[in-house]
Antibody
């Protein structure tokens, strides 16, 4: 059974940093691209970052480029998101999502989400 | 960037009735269109991909159609567990993008 478990969400001040983790199990982690998708309170879904299975290539939406870094440790079956220079508009539930295949940005499994609140 | 527009924003339907949700893309996405269901406090779950293919375990009352820029999700006979939010997503053009969602509520 595929499982994705995010952790690391917290209350952080504007300008602060946070690191999210997503522990994966039930599939060959290194064979699949992974993404982060977020959902602001009461709002829709926003894809903002992806990483291919090997970790060799990463992709970002303009909204987070230069501030967020996606990475993965295939030996630990874990996906990461380093978030710097956080803003109030980054407040959201952050989901990790597994790619349907190695690279199509179609998401067949999602974690339960972790809440990041940026506020002073 | 492809803009995905869903309509209506809210759909009020009685149990057992048919629900028809629409999704429009600002440019062609071919058939690379997915539908997700999200219940309160839960993560989204994949319902339909490639515009019309049901994901594993999805009941036959869910069906998708369309190609290019116009897509439809139909729930043939609404069950109590189907009242939820539904999002479409295109994965044909970078970056991938979601529609704003349609809430299906009990009439």
């Amino acid at each position: 059974e595929v499982q994705l478990l995010e952790s690391g969400g917290d209350l952080v001040q504007p300008g602060g940093s946070l690191r999210l983790s997503c522990a994966a199990s039930g599939f060959t982690f290194s064979s699949y691209a992974m993404s982060w998708v977020r959902q602001a309170p009461g709002k829709g879904l926003e894809w903002f970052s992806a990483i291919i299975g090997s970790g060799g290539s990463t992709y970002y939406a303009d909204s987070v480029k230069g501030r967020f870094t996606i990475s993965r440790d295939n030996s630990k079956n874990t996906l990461y998101l380093q978030m710097n220079s956080l803003r109030a508009e980054d407040t959201a539930v952050y989901y990790c999502a597994k790619d349907f295949s190695n690279w199509d940005l179609l998401f067949d499994y999602w974690g339960q989400g972790t809440l990041v609140t940026v506020s002073s | 960037e492809v803009v995905m527009t869903q309509s209506p924003a809210t759909l009020s339907v009685s149990p057992g009735e048919r629900a028809t949700l629409s999704c429009r893309a600002s440019q062609t996405v071919n058939s690379k269109l997915a539908w997700y269901q999200q219940k309160p406090g839960q993560a989204p779950s994949l319902l339909i991909y490639a515009a019309s293919t049901r994901a594993t375990g999805i009941p036959a009352r869910f069906s998708g159609s369309g190609s290019g820029t116009e897509f439809t999700l139909t729930i043939s006979s609404l069950q109590s567990e189907d009242f939820a939010l539904y999002y479409c997503q295109q994965y044909n053009v970078w970056p991938p993008g979601f529609g704003g969602g349609t809430k299906v509520e009990i009439k």
